[in-house]
């Protein structure tokens, strides 16, 4: 009834569907279904994973069935289908031929790639130099959960429960040591706009919340100002060099995207309007939930992400319609979009299922694969490395039994680097 | 102003209670005046019921037609363009041609799956707590429940049917299972119970040889049974076989303990979350249990421990395979609105895909979440899969009912729809048309915003 992956723009996916398949079926009798791996056969560093399909994620959106990815020192050097690509000497051989391959996953708003304690520091209602690289901890128990659903870089973000929690980071899930995980700090500058940071304590309210954010950015900004004009020779004077706001200079030139925790239709109205629109700055409207999507007409006029989730509907009572929150904004004409998991709420692990939600409520399959992939690669900047497999790109892949959004699918390796940080023949977790 | 206030406000409390004081005597005269009326009434209705008897007409057979869909029966396979004839709540006919009555009420499930009604084995906030007396059968919960495909769950310790509109049919089964509590965490409780159990079947055994006395001894002496009450009553039921037994157990060695208990006393028992199961599945299976599991239930391993704990995807699939019956249910059994998605009860089909993931069979995720689970809920002659003479309960779905963005475009209960996708506002809007690129309501955008800028 339903079919996968309409892909009305790729002629490569319906070619190669009926061309391929047979060649795929003999591929299940030669080779045996499961993935066989050849020990110890390459040089370290080298590996080549033969895989029933590929769906590179590209911006053509090419999906390969029966191809080869080769991979070198930890970055992908050639994709293609099996008849063009020879696998040199030296390799190692991944046979996946009844397997998906897709980009690593990532997940826009994480807490748990750290320790869960030192994430939501309420120090001050605005706490800007707090910074979560302190908290990343290699192979922690929650990246190695988060990587047998496939998701191999996140943001790890603070908590929302002041309106300026710091810097996120964005890392890999996988590496021995900080160093090796961290892909970019500060990765985005993470701000709540209400809900949780009216908590903080009595008395404080939106109004006054929204002044105290913007004083902070606005004094962060003229910071950045006086240094830019003293850098660019405008201003002879040189400025007393401030270690809070130094931080800050990177957001204002856009070299980092601040995430906002932005939830119901007003308070994105004010996100859009403060951070977006004023202060120019690069967006990921994170959440983006409740009648928050009546604003699609909004944000499209923006260079805004929109991250969507945990929750995945909203329950309109006046209309009595339950609204797909991603499938909404969508349909708002925002295709900037993208899910996330806001783990611990939802398991890292099921980043996709939080996708294959989105699509019961009315999103499509493929974009929701892109939400979990290129979308947040380029909405956290980084899409020059990860986010879809590329020649030259980060060798960051997870091996699927099938359609990684579909709960009966199962994520059977996962890849960081080239290097196979998940097998679920060694110990499944999920 | 102050006084004029109180004047008022002394006034009204006056009358207040006034109208307390007066109340009891006035209701009084009511009730005796509508006593009157009453048996007035009734004496008239018996005497036209008796004129009525001989007239009375045949109540007319209700006929439901469900035509050539794809029928998945569970229990015989899945079969393509079948119809279904249903008389009065039940299956009668069923095969490809199948003609109805012209009275009957049809339905052209062509393209669509028809699956029996989904058996949840839990469930919260569907039925009242007396399910017969304060069910709300026109709840939005109930609605939702039916829109995942429900239409039998357990609430409490009672088999109810999602017979939305109608109070009529609303039980299925009482008093499903005899909860005990038999755990480590109250080692005292745990110890007292084991030692009820050996007391009624020590009871048994004199009573036994006190029937052989009798035979020969007219003045065999019975065995005392003034204290076989409360909970020894229970206990003694169990080992009749009279009822089953309900623990909840997670860990391996309080499985092994219920399973020990179930075992030694020869009891039918259903244990439910079972996180640890799969470590102990074949001697759960040995103990004769059947178990009600949540594929996504974590709990993590703890590494100091000699042996395979925590939990695993795999469990369903696992205790499968060693041949212990299951019932699925999601982690949190009742529906939920605040917006997490794919975790309570509206998506129990999703939960049996996780355990597809694990490694389970198709079609035993599908039994996990219809008759597996209604066996165990002891309504399998009933409900939970399409066969001829079991109720008319069916989930007609858009695609394979384990996929995930397959949605339920009517439900039947009983023969009557009781859920349509399409009229109703709820899910009306997601792919209307069937296709995956549906235009957004109309009705919704803040037309201004954006448009003047």
Redesign the interface.
Known sequence: ???YY?LRSCNTFNNFLGVRALALLLGFAIFGAGIVRAEDSGKSGRIAVRAGKVITMDKDDVVVNNAVILIKDGKIVRVGEASKVKIPQGYRVIDALDRWVVPGLIDCHNHTAGSLMDLNDMVYLTNPGLRTLETVMPES?NIKQGRAGGVTSVLLIPGSGTNMSGFGTVTKMGGDTVDDMVMRSPGSLKIAQAGNPEWYWFGVGRSYMNYNTRQTLLKAKAYHESWEAFESGDSAVEPDYNPIFAGFRGLFSREFPVSVHTQIYQVLMTTVDMLTKKLKLRTVLDHC??DAF?????V??TDAYTVNG??????DRS???????A??WW??GVHKLGINTDAP???QE?LP??A??A????W??YPALRGLTRIPSEALMVDKRIGSIEVGKDADLGIWTGDP??????CELTIIDGRIVYDADVR??? | MMVAEMKIKNLCLLITLMAIVAAPAWSLDVDKGQEDVNTKASAETEKSSDEKKDKKPKKEDKFFHLTDGTVHTVTGGVLRDISILCKNGKIVEMGQGVTAPDNAETLDAS?Y?IYPGLVSADSGGIFGSSVENSTNVFSLQMTLALAGGITTAATGNTAAKLTFGSTEGLVVKRDLFKSLRYSSIEPNAKYELRAKFEKVRQYLREYEAYQEDKKRDDEAEEPDKEWLKGKYQTCLTLIKKNAVAKFTANSAHELLDVCDLVSTFDIDAVIVGAVEGWTVASELARANVSVVVTP?K?A?SDERLNRANGS???NAAILHEHGVPLAIVPGNTSVT??????RDLL?LN?EA??A???GLS?VAALRAITIDSARLLGVEHRVGSIEIGKDADFAIT???I??????TRWTVVDGEVVYDKFK????D???PDGE??????D????RR???D?
């Open positions: 009834m339903i079919a309409p128990e939930t409740f009546k604003l699609a007409p909004l499209t006029k945990p929750r995945q509907f909203w329950f209309q009595r319609k339950m609204n797909g929150n499938a909404r349909q708002g709420v939802i398991p099921e299922y939080q294959a939600m699509c019961w409520y009315g499509l399959p959004i579909d709960p009966r699918s199962s499944r977790r999920f | 393209g799956h996504r974590r993590r695993s995807i795999e609105l605040w917006g997490l998605a794919g998506h999703m895909a996780f597809v993931r694990g198709e858009d695609g394979d384990l996929h995930y963005m397959t949605h109703d506002t709820l899910f809007h997601i792919r995956l690129e549906s235009p957004p309501p009705d919704y955008w803040p915003l954006g448009d800028q």
